[in-house]
């Protein structure tokens, strides 16, 4: 098996353990899901025009709160260090790193967007959309989210620091993502355009990602 | 052929010049080498802080010159066909928006700057400049609200441009807050250079982002900050305003580069001295 | 010069932005001072730069 797959393998099996944190990223979903009606009210009308929007949202600040879990374990047993000083390229460790913590933590929520959809009186046809655009754009939010878990990797309370700095960052998946939701449901708009943006940002994220992550893991670390 | 003329000192983080290397050039030549090496003389931080005493008071003065005449072109200025007077914001608003971007240019630049030629002033500069881009950044939110509300009936309005300034000053308080959390300098500033080369990518996509949100959910009334094609009368005013603020920004700039340099010299000698003084 | 009906507007946008200018300004020489002073102190407690050259040599 190559260095990669390993890898790969190995934080997907960490993050389904117990303490892992991959399956509390649903739960903190969920969390925000429900809290939504209590905030906006129960007027099942506001929340079908809200609901992907709220989908949305709640997938972002779940996947927020798995980030620092990227580098943080690793970083604290050592094998960060080993992971920075093997033969393989170091973008190409971090692309694995994000691609497993999408597998671990991202497939989840889209899993669970069609399920939490019922709650916001969501029909079939609109959370399969959702979870489309989901499936789209939870990749850009956990490549770019990588860049500030790597800067904040060796900071003792970086977590609110990382959050601080992948927001800007993930506004535009945001925009897109739910756009593409709306077009798709009600809107004039066509599903295209925003829809291949969205794609486009993940696309790109793929590539800034890794690059902005091995760069600040090698910087930061020595 | 001109830095194995010198050597660099690690301790000082500067470059000397090698005194034995000089004596067997040739006149013409030592004199070509000393006029060309002028940049690198910069990167020495003695020889920049001679040159920013020398030059702050110029800049200063040229800053306090334009800034006059700029107030005094905007007072003078005649009123809006629609705004009327309250196009005045406009010759401060716009001037504060640009450079909200641009100094975040100039920290890009600063962190190629130290990620790629390792420059050592680069770091001084990309920590000088965050603060003094965000105080701008906020003066043109602020402005920019102000200059809205007797347009639009409120301060805040989720349009295109002041949505892209805030998110730009959520950029900036966030670099800001990175530099704060790394301990040593070095590290703060590389990591500080691949936020800022980040945010520099990500800003264009930021504002096509935003636009795009903002027709997609057009307010009522679409009013545009600007008007379409700027009268002479009004762009004299604005252009007068915007070469001041950058002067301004200048020289804020060399000043707060400077005490950073003195900052990381009082701290190496504090090291100096914690080891010097066993407690 | 009439500012219009709006004059409180205009008139809070100019004083906002030479306080904050005016801030910055006063940040800036203010911290100057303090390195100068701190260098002071340090060449009077006897540190001697890896140069030679005393702590307080701004230039």
């Known amino acids: 098996m190559t260095a990669l797959a390993a890898l790969i393998q190995r934080d997907i099996k960490i993050a389904l353990r117990v303490g892992g944190g991959a399956l509390i990223g649903v739960l903190f979903f969920l969390t925000v899901v429900v809290l939504m009606p209590f905030a906006v009210g129960p007027d099942l009308a506001l929340l079908t025009r809200l609901g992907p929007a709220i989908l949305w949202l709640g997938a972002l600040l779940a996947s927020l709160l798995t980030l620092d879990r990227l580098f943080m374990a690793d970083h604290e047993d050592g094998s960060l260090d080993l992971i920075v000083m093997s033969r393989t390229p170091l973008e190409l460790a971090c692309a694995a790193k994000a691609l497993a913590h999408w597998l671990a933590a991202g497939l989840p929520l889209i899993i669970a967007a069609p399920v939490l959809g019922l709650l916001l009186n969501l029909d079939a046809a609109s959370t399969s959309a959702v979870a489309l655009t989901l499936l789209a754009g939870t990749p850009a939010l956990t490549f770019t989210g990588m860049i500030g878990a790597a800067l904040s990797v060796t900071l003792h309370r970086g977590g609110l620091l990382l959050a601080v700095l992948v927001l800007p960052l993930s506004i535009p998946v945001l925009i897109f993502g739910v756009a593409a939701s709306q077009a798709a449901i009600s809107g004039p708009l066509s599903f295209g355009t925003p829809f291949s943006i969205l794609c486009a940002l993940s696309l790109v994220s793929f590539v800034i990602g890794p690059i902005a992550a091995a760069a600040s893991l090698r910087h930061g670390l020595d | 052929m001109g830095w194995t003329d010198y050597r660099f000192d690690a301790d000082q983080l500067s470059l000397r010049r090698d005194e034995t290397k000089q004596a067997t050039l040739p006149a013409a030549t030592a004199a070509i080498i000393t006029d060309n090496m002028t940049l690198i003389d910069l990167a020495n931080p003695t020889r920049f802080l001679t040159l920013t005493a020398r030059l702050l008071p110029w800049l200063a003065a040229l800053t306090a010159i334009l800034l006059l005449a700029g107030l005094y072109q905007s007072a003078v200025a005649p009123d809006d066909y629609q705004q009327g007077a309250t196009v005045k914001i406009m010759f401060i608003h716009v001037p504060n928006a640009w450079l909200s971007m641009f100094v975040w240019g100039v920290m890009s630049l600063a962190a190629l700057g130290t990620l790629v030629w390792r420059h050592p002033l680069a770091d001084v500069a990309a920590k000088a400049a965050a603060p003094i881009g965000a105080a701008f950044t906020f003066l043109a939110l602020v402005t920019g609200s102000l200059w809205g509300r007797p347009m639009w009936g409120t301060y805040w309005e989720w349009d295109a441009r002041l949505t892209s300034v805030l998110i730009l000053f959520l950029m900036y308080l966030g670099l800001i807050a990175l530099w704060r959390a790394v301990e040593d300098p070095a590290r703060a500033a590389r990591a500080a250079a691949i936020l800022t080369l980040v945010g520099a990518i990500n800003l264009p996509i ?48 060399l000043a707060a580069m400077r005490n950073e340099i003195l900052r990381r010299r009082v701290r190496a000698l504090q090291m100096i001295q914690a080891r010097q003084r066993p407690a | 010069m009439s500012l219009g009906p709006y004059a409180s507007f205009i008139v809070t946008s100019y004083l906002l932005v030479t306080v904050v200018v005016l801030v910055l300004i006063a940040w800036i020489a203010i911290d100057y001072r303090r390195q100068k002073q701190r260098l002071r102190e340090l060449d009077a407690s006897g540190v001697v730069r890896r140069s030679g050259r005393s702590a307080a040599e701004v230039q």
Do not use: C
Not at chain 2, 216 to 244: E, K, N, W, Y
């Open chain 2, 206 to 253: 930021i504002k096509f982002s935003v636009d795009w949100w903002n027709t997609l959910h057009q307010p009522a009334s679409v009013i545009r900050l600007g008007g379409p094609t700027l009268d002479r009368a009004f762009l004299i005013p604005l252009l007068v305003m915007a070469a001041a603020f950058s002067l301004l920004f200048a020289t804020l700039h």
